[in-house]
């Protein structure tokens, strides 16, 4: 029987996510099959794997948006997705797209201080069709932050930008990260951007988390092992 646990009463020393055996198929064609994983609260976990190797099902199944057909799943009842398109509503000012789903009085307040840790404090009223595509993303992350989640997840939120803003987004990522502590998946193709981003570094292949690396300050190291294992490179080829 497939179960997703919300778990909301969870004590603040449980980790963020905890998976086992988790099954998603579609059809006849199996994706995922007797997956485990543990995310750590404030732990930043990166997956890399190719295209088409469950990646994003995996995050799905996270946020509840999947079903799945076997195995369980415990997260916090109220994940925080940030997807590659930022998803703003292109009717509502930047403030009412943060403040989506608030309830009470103090919405605009809540909306204006996330905006504010994302550089847009000053931007409340404006329109989604004025920002550029960094700006955009930094709301998308005000509008998943605002909630306080305790589990952040991350499905390929930069690929869309250049190289210069990719870097700045980074930066913000990992103060916003540092400050709320939230347990964070990053769905990713990119080998350096998950070194530079994660305490550790996973690899996905046929279902399950083949190859698993602990972030340490030899990234060059690290980078050969990751794209060894993603076949890149030949084994403990330089990268």
Known sequence: MSVHEAAAAQRP????????????AYGDRTVIQGLDLRIERGEFVALLGESGCGKTTLLRALAG???????????????AVVFQEHRLLPWDSLWRNVALGLDGPDARARAAAALAEVGLGDRLDDWPRNL?????????????LVQQPQLLLLDEPFAALDALTRIRMHALVRELVATHRPGVLL?????????????????????????????????????GDLLAELGVLAAHAPA
């Open 132 to 144: 550029s595509g960094g700006q955009a993303q930094r709301v998308a992350l005000a509008r998943a």
């Open 65 to 79: 948006l999947d079903p799945i057909q076997g195995g369980r799943i415990i997260v916090p009842k109220r994940p």
């Open 13 to 24: 020393a449980d980790p963020a996510v905890i998976v086992n055996g988790l099954r998603r």
């Open 187 to 223: 769905v990713t193709h990119d080998v350096d951007e998950a070194i530079a981003l994660a305490d550790r570094i996973l690899v996905m292949r046929g279902g399950r988390i083949a190859f698993a690396h602990r972030a340490h300050r030899d990234g060059l190291v690290a980078r």
